[in-house]
């Protein structure tokens, strides 16, 4: 039997592109920019298969351009960017990467918590500066994590796992969810608070919401308002959890102390955007999951859940099992 043609919207790592290319036939997309539309609409026109990434939309119009298509494998564990309920409507099987990449974001949730905190990147940019003369005894003081409260704003996996390193670190744990944690209240002795407690009273607020139309804009200017002045904000869901410019705003005002943010809205966010000229806010591209073994892990589960959905199987993850219920 010839092999499925595949397309993989960008050179993902070796473990699971190995997989794809020996057991189907897979164009690969080389450049470190997405495919444009059109060109993603006319590879998927030829494909059963489709790798895509967060930043590849995929929707009805993409559907429609793909009549032979048997499964979207997204690398990543979250998928805004996927009309799953167009997929399933057509009978198209869609995937995700959960589970592997869970430690990696927790730990660099917690990186950027306490790189805003102890201001390292201000501290960076001024001893690269040539601006470091002496000791100072008020030089660049920030906030502590021992004994802090800590906000969890979403306890799913990665939520969960950040409140795990912040136990660690002797903090206070509050959360809120629209589901409340029994593991989270046994375990690392979470209060269940409401969202505008949970903006009270945290010293830290970390996001870990996904994003839909209920999370949009979850922390804009009246979320920010209640907030403390010594809080800090981190986000590694996904960029429109926060409204950009409110934020802007909140930190240019001093309204919070600081905040940290892998994602943006936009996402890239450009590079003359003010947020960039703020001391008080720490911009990283989108990088969380960004280790060498979680990104493979990642790519070889993406293979995977390609490969069973070409064979018609239930892919390992698969986010419309209902396509297979008999
Ligand atoms: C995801 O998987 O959803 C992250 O944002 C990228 O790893």
């Not at 744990?173 to 945290?202: C, F, T, W």
Request: glycine content about 6%; charged content about 25%; overall charge neutral.
């Amino acid at each position: 039997m010839p092999k499925r043609k595949v397309f993989v919207t960008r050179v993902i790592p070796d473990r699971g592109l190995h997989k794809i290319l020996s057991a189907t036939d897979a164009t690969v997309w080389q450049d470190e920019l997405p495919p444009p539309r059109a060109t993603f609409l006319k590879m998927a026109h030829e494909c059963a298969g489709l790798v895509t990434l967060l930043t590849d939309r995929v929707d009805d119009e993409l559907f429609d351009a793909a009549p032979g298509l048997k499964v979207v494998a997204n690398y990543a564990v979250g998928f805004d960017n996927i009309d799953v309920q167009a997929a399933t409507r057509r009978g198209i099987p869609v995937t995700n990467t959960p589970g592997v990449l869970t430690e990696t974001t927790a730990d660099f949730a917690f990186t950027l918590l306490t790189a805003a905190a102890r201001r390292v990147g201000e501290g960076r940019d001024y001893a690269r500066a040539g601006k470091w003369k002496t000791w100072g005894p008020m030089l660049l003081m920030g906030q502590d994590l021992f004994g802090a409260t800590l906000g969890i704003a979403g306890i799913g996996r990665i939520g969960f796992a950040v409140a795990q390193r912040g136990k660690g670190f002797s903090m206070q744990i509050i959360y809120n969810d629209a589901v409340r944690s029994e593991r989270a209240e046994k375990e690392l002795g979470a209060r269940y608070v409401s969202k505008d407690e949970l903006l009270r009273q945290s010293d830290f607020l970390s996001l870990h919401v996904p994003l839909s139309p209920d999370t949009y804009h979850y922390i804009d200017k009246q979320a920010l308002s209640l907030m403390k002045p010594t809080a800090v904000l981190v986000n590694t869901s996904r960029g429109p959890v926060v409204d950009t410019m409110a934020i802007y705003e909140a930190l240019k005002a001093r309204q919070i102390f600081a905040a940290a943010l892998d994602v943006t809205d936009p996402e890239p966010l450009p590079h003359d955007h003010p947020l960039y000229s703020l001391d008080n806010a720490l911009i990283v591209p989108h990088i969380a999951s960004a280790s060498f073994e979680t990104r493979n892990s990642m790519a070889e589960l993406a293979a995977d859940n390609l490969l069973a959905g070409l064979e018609g199987r239930q892919p390992p993850n698969c986010l419309n099992p209902e396509l297979f219920r008999k």
